[in-house]
């Protein structure tokens, strides 16, 4: 999100400079519109050096931020034809809200966006009310299009039976956090003990039914950040970013304990200087094909489990 809203920033920056510089006449206001697209570029430069280790919250602000100059440029535009351009760029507010706020809001920084806006141009006089009008049309509909495009992203890396993150999603987010190498990171494996035979006994239903039971016990429980991933058939995946090993290895024995009449094995590992993505499930592979060679209904650390 930080580098997508530095993105968005320095863009609307530069066309807000390139827009000032049209023509002669208000050169006052001129001056007013690339100050305020000089600023826009200070802020995305900004963003994207420091912005990916602050909260939502102060992302989200940046956002508002951005409502507020894009109202203001176009208040102070020297002309109309400058005022629709720099009004535009609300467009970009419709695009980032859509992608990484929730609905409510996404809702509220559109509002903001399409209202400040609109009422800018209407404000100014010299815009007519259908121009403003067509400009918040071509808004709410990128936004709505972008909103129906990124649900159906997400809809690809999720399971349809459980609710969960499926295995492209877990290993979409699990590269996102081993690029960032600084953060403590570990993962586990869960299998359920046994699981075909019940599926050859009970029916593929009783499965089901508890693969779904299994899921909602086990999301409801997780730490602050983590992600819970039907892996595939009876496995499941835990990330945990920001645990050591060890800690994810009591998160996993509480995930285990939730459901006691289930019997569950599992490996955990914690990432290590230089380890690739792959690497990290391996070891955590490794320490859950241990756990299943001594018995299974145990989990165990990768450290601990191979030797």
């Known amino acids: 999100m930080a580098r997508t809203l530095a993105l968005f920033f320095a863009a609307g920056g530069c066309a807000a400079v390139l827009a000032a510089t049209g023509g002669s006449d208000h050169p006052t206001r001129r001056w007013i519109v690339a100050g305020a697209g000089l600023l826009a570029l200070a802020v995305g430069a900004a963003v994207f050096r420091w912005g990916a280790g602050q909260p939502r919250a102060v992302l989200g602000g940046l956002v508002t931020?951005?409502?507020?100059?894009?109202?203001t440029v176009v208040l102070v535009s020297p002309d109309s034809t400058t005022a629709v351009l720099c009004g535009s760029i609300s467009a970009f507010v419709g695009v980032?809200?859509?992608f990484f706020a929730d609905?409510?809001?996404a809702v509220a920084h559109i509002s903001t966006a399409v209202g400040g806006t609109t009422a800018a141009?209407?404000?100014?006089?010299?815009?007519?009310?259908?121009?403003?009008?067509?400009?918040a049309?071509?808004?709410v509909t990128l936004a709505v299009v972008t909103r129906t495009l990124v649900l159906r992203a997400s809809d690809a890396g999720a399971d349809s039976l459980t609710g969960l993150a499926n295995r492209r999603g877990?290993?979409?987010?699990?590269?996102?956090?081993?690029?960032?190498a600084d953060v403590l990171l570990s993962a586990a494996l869960l299998d359920l003990d046994h699981f075909k035979l019940m599926n050859d006994t009970a029916g593929h239903e009783a499965g089901d039914r508890l693969l779904r039971r299994v899921a909602g016990a086990w999301a409801a429980a997780l730490p602050v950040?983590?992600?819970l991933a039907r892996h595939g058939g009876d496995e499941f995946a835990l990330l945990a970013p920001g645990l050591s090993g060890p800690e994810t290895l009591v998160v996993v024995?509480?995930?285990?304990?939730?459901?006691?009449?289930?019997?569950?094995s599992a490996g955990v590992a914690e990432r290590r200087a230089g380890d690739t993505a792959a690497q990290l499930m391996r070891r955590a592979d490794l320490a859950l094909y241990r756990v299943k060679s001594d018995g299974r209904g145990a989990a165990a650390l990768h450290s601990d489990a191979v030797v």
């Open 253 to 264: 024995e509480h995930l285990c304990a939730l459901v006691p009449e289930v019997g569950v």
């Open 103 to 105: 609905r409510r809001i």
């Open 65 to 71: 931020l951005g409502c507020t100059l894009i109202a």
């Open 170 to 180: 877990f290993d979409e987010a699990l590269d996102e956090h081993t690029r960032r």
């Open 225 to 227: 950040g983590a992600l």
């Open 121 to 135: 141009l209407l404000v100014r006089g010299d815009a007519s009310a259908s121009s403003a009008a067509a400009l």
């Open 137 to 139: 049309v071509v808004v």
């Open 96 to 98: 980032i809200a859509c």
